[in-house]
């Protein structure tokens, strides 16, 4: 099972993106999808988490800005990213908790992708 991640890039404090993440091998189905991030010199943090059928849950400092969403059929998870301040700066990455085709439930993560805030 492999992640990608897209969407990263550098955007003015105010602004938007967009990233996307697509798992694709041996799926057989998919339980929670979410994205973390991870600033230099900053320990990985939970940005936000979406589960099918249960509210998505939210870092506080995103609240508000920040959407996270899903595509059960294709195994893709976005978040959508306004009103973006230069504290988002950080690698942002993916990660699914997927039930492979081979029976075992795992944890796999993305590569990451840079969101650079300028001020």
């Known amino acids: 099972v492999q992640l990608q991640a897209s969407g990263g890039g550098l955007v003015q404090s105010g602004g938007s993106l967009r990233l996307s993440c697509v798992a694709s091998?041996?799926?057989?189905?998919?339980?929670?999808m979410g994205w973390y991030r991870q600033a230099p010199g900053k320990e990985r943090e939970l940005v936000a988490r979406?589960?099918?059928?249960?509210?998505?849950n939210y870092a506080d400092s995103v609240k508000g800005r920040f959407t996270i969403s899903r595509d059960n059929a294709k195994n893709t998870v976005w978040l959508q990213m306004n009103s973006l301040k230069p504290e988002d700066t950080a690698v942002y990455y993916c990660?699914?908790?997927?039930?492979?085709?081979?029976?075992?439930?795992?944890?796999?993560w993305g590569k990451g992708t840079l969101v650079t805030v300028s001020s």
């Open positions: 990660d699914a908790g997927v039930y492979t085709t081979s029976g075992p439930y795992m944890r796999y």
């Open positions: 979406i589960i099918s059928g249960i509210t998505p």
């Open positions: 091998g041996r799926i057989r189905r998919i339980d929670a």
